[in-house]
Nanobody, 121 residues
Framework: QVQLVESGGGLVQAGGSLRVSCVAS????????MGWYRQAPGKQRDLVAS???????TYADSVKGRFTISRDNGKNTVSLQMDSLKPEDTAVYYC???????????????WGQGIQVTVSS
């Protein structure tokens, strides 16, 4: 079982910056993709950014050019640097990790508890 602990987040004015980080621990076979989702009140949870073990990144169109995802494979951490924040970025941000097993096609999703990011106008 993988445990995820998130940190960072908080309240910032529009145009400001925040950073959220996540540390994975516990029984892990081999972490594959790591990333961040977010969920605003009354909306579905959507992918914000992801990064593979090799460093390939994917971003939601709404955050391209403003957010940067990074990871440290040796420390099993993933971070999201959020710049030029907008009020519409306000949401609970969830760390997401995919673990595997001896079957190379197998993936197992794990989630953090979520961390609030609030951007005031």
């Amino acid at each position: 079982q993988v445990q995820l602990v998130e940190s960072g987040g908080g309240l910032v004015q529009a145009g400001g910056s925040l950073r959220v980080s996540c540390v994975a621990s516990g029984s892990m076979f081999g972490i594959k993709t790591m990333g961040w989702y977010r969920q605003a009140p009354g909306k579905q949870r959507d992918l914000v950014a992801s990064i593979t073990t090799g460093g390939r990144t994917t971003y939601a169109d709404s955050v391209k050019g403003r957010f940067t995802i990074s990871r440290d494979n040796g420390k099993n951490t993933v971070s999201l640097q959020m710049d030029s924040l907008k009020p519409e970025d306000t949401a609970v941000y969830y760390c997401w990790v995919q673990d595997g097993d001896y079957n190379p096609l197998a993936t197992y999703d794990f989630w953090g508890q979520g961390i609030q990011v609030t951007v005031s106008s």
